[in-house]
């Protein structure tokens, strides 16, 4: 009887939260996050890569948060609220990072004095 009743509360807790991933799923993300890893590594010893170096490992490390981020921190399979709370500040900071890295970093080199 209590097996049931438990067997019923995981599963309505379930229906509630809309599921989690199943360990298999932690392995492949484990194993695309390895990969992603693997991937920056060996960029960073290509020579012919190195006028593009610190973009496309801010692209893969981006990517490798945003896997993070929605598999590992669960909010894949929260409520949608919790993905706008984290994400629109993390929009907002990035457009401000960025914004202050072209006000300080790339406008003096078109100072014309």
């Not at 490992?57 to 921190?73: D, E, G, P, Q």
């Not at 990072?97 to 078109?110: E, N, Q, S």
């Amino acid at each position: 009887m209590a097996a049931e009743q438990g067997g019923h509360a995981a599963e309505q807790h379930e229906e509630e939260h809309g599921g989690h991933a199943t360990v298999g799923t932690y392995v492949l993300i484990g194993v695309i996050l390895t990969i992603i890893t693997a991937v920056e590594v060996a960029i960073f010893y290509i020579p012919a890569l190195a006028g593009v170096l610190v973009p496309v490992l801010l692209t893969l490390s981006a990517a490798k948060f945003v896997i993070v981020v929605l598999f590992y921190m669960h909010l894949k399979y929260d409520h949608p609220i919790f993905s706008r709370v984290f994400f629109g500040p993390m929009f907002l900071a990035v457009i401000v990072a960025a914004g202050l890295l072209l006000l300080f970093k790339v406008a003096p080199l078109f100072d014309p004095y």
